[in-house]
């Protein structure tokens, strides 16, 4: 005991889990911080505390904002668009195992067609058939006719 009624160890642990933050700014700077901190209302210890959780806050949203935009571009990026033969409307094939896959099948004369826009096939045709919104193929193939050439 010290004699104003704190130990020593309590005074340590106290210390250790609120350290003292001091630091040197100018004159000018002080005086701007001080207003500020009268014009807030809050106490000094209080505006700090705020203004961290406003730094982490911000620091937060840069994160997810450059993750989302990094995000989009290595999705336009590794997008690759295949058309269908009927409506001419583009396909967007995502991820490079998918567009390798679906790319050679197409080099190998594979047709390519949304579901819904197909006309019949002729033997010995393969086709990719893609439902509206999926990158996902179904792939078909009419057997050529037994006999004919
Ligand atoms: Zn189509």
Known sequence: ???????????????????????????????KLEKLIRDSGLSKSRFIRRALQLELEKKDRMY??????????????YTTHLYCRECGKPIPIQGVIAESVVCDLVDQSARVYHEDCQPPMVPGETRLLFEKDSDRPVIRTMPRVQGGR
């Not at 309590?10 to 000018?28: F, G, L, M, N």
């Not at 997810?64 to 990026?77: I, M, N, P, V």
């Open 64 to 77: 997810r904002k450059g993750y989302q935009e990094g995000l989009a571009k290595a999705k336009d990026k």
């Open 1 to 31: 005991m010290r004699g104003d009624g704190i130990s020593r160890g309590a005074k340590k642990r106290y210390d250790s889990k609120r350290p003292v933050v001091a630091v040197r700014i100018s004159r000018e700077q002080n005086e």
